[in-house]
């Protein structure tokens, strides 16, 4: 990769997104020139199946022009209950899932019926399965049952149920939000604002680490960063933004060498971080793969290539390293066409 462009290099780490059920001219360009690794879509992308089969056709179409010749990864949240971007399986939240009768079942029986939704739709990448082990009834994950359970043994099976029975059938899973946002609070989203989450760290690891250990056993493909930041492991940054957690954490202690892919790059909680770019960077900076630019304006990620490829050519960013990011997502890519 040595010799490649760096706008082209950037963009293969970017995962864009627009407004409305009509993929942009500006997007599908982006797409051809393969300054794209993926799009994340959401509700308001979605009016009928016939509307969103021309939609993910015009996407791949696209991409088939690109000089790239992996396909795009096309991403969407569908963990289950009321969590759900498109209409359909899996309809069982995670807690309910968890309280079911027979939850390994349950959950095997939600990664396959999100396998198979998300398939008919023509997407091969779900933002799911949520890994984080409440401790509060009611508090900031349970609230809208994204959890399966307190328990971190019980959430680690049934997670690795829901992703091997997904995985199994060609989707690629992504184990959310790493190292645990069980401990926040309801109203402590990072999505609204900065989020402390002052765990202990053997607590941190016991609880909120934990579930990755069965995933990353299981063969997830992704695993996502929570925007959190956690003292024990870092106190002045955010996990996305933290190569103790990113580096440390996740690849070092847990031996994860899949693609990391960071939360949403709009969230309120990095508000004293700059601008789409300066996140990015850091982002990269700490060993994210994926930067996720889900703020439905293309020019979020536009901000977002330009400063990678310039933190690339500047130097900033090591040139191996990136190239490293690259190859994961690129490999990915490639499993999924």
């Known amino acids: 990769m040595a010799d490649q462009d760096a706008r082209q290099l950037a963009g293969r780490r970017i995962v864009l997104s627009y407004a409305g059920p009509t993929p942009p001219p500006g ?3 982006t797409i051809r020139e393969g300054r794209a690794a993926g799009v994340i879509l959401f509700a308001e992308n979605v009016t009928s ?5 021309e939609a993910v056709g015009q996407l791949r179409e696209a991409a088939a022009q690109s000089p790239v010749p992996e396909g795009l990864l096309l991403m969407t949240d569908q963990e289950g209950g009321k969590v759900r971007r498109l209409p359909g399986e899996p309809e069982l939240s995670a807690r309910r899932t968890g309280s079911d009768p027979d939850p390994l079942g349950a959950a095997g029986r939600a990664g396959a019926g999100a396998a198979g939704t998300l398939a008919d739709a023509g997407l091969n ?3 799911a399965p949520v890994l984080d082990v409440y401790d509060t009834p009611g508090n900031f994950i349970d609230r809208h049952e994204r959890s399966y359970g307190q328990d971190p043994a019980g959430v680690g099976e049934l997670g690795s149920a829901f992703l091997a029975a997904q995985q199994g059938l060609g989707v690629a899973a992504t184990a959310k939000h790493f190292p645990g946002l069980g401990s926040a609070a309801n109203g402590e989203n990072t999505d609204d604002r900065p989020v402390t989450l002052s765990v202990p760290l053997e607590e ?3 609880r909120g ?4 250990r069965a995933a990353i056993a299981a063969g997830v493909r992704l695993v996502m960063a929570s925007w959190a930041v956690y003292p024990a492991l870092d106190p002045d940054r955010p996990a996305g933004m933290s190569p103790a957690v990113v580096q440390g954490e996740l690849r070092g202690r847990l031996g994860f060498q899949g693609v990391t892919v960071t939360d949403a790059l709009e969230a309120e909680a990095l508000a004293s971080y700059g601008g789409a770019g300066d996140r990015a960077v850091a982002a990269a900076e700490a060993g994210m793969d994926l930067i996720l630019c889900s703020a439905r304006d293309p ?3 536009e901000d977002a290539t330009t400063a990678l490829a310039d933190a690339l050519d500047s130097g900033r960013l090591d040139r191996a390293a990136f190239a490293d990011a690259v190859t994961r997502v690129d490999a990915l890519r490639a499993s999924l066409d």
Not at 49 to 53: D, G, K, M, N, T
Not at 209 to 212: A, F, V, W
Request: charge should be negative; charged fraction near 15%.
């Open 27 to 29: 997007v599908l360009q």
């Open 49 to 53: 199946p016939a509307q969103l089969a």
């Open 125 to 127: 990448v779900n933002l």
């Open 204 to 206: 941190l690891r016991t």
């Open 209 to 212: 680490e934990e579930p990755y």
């Open 299 to 301: 020019q979020q990620a």
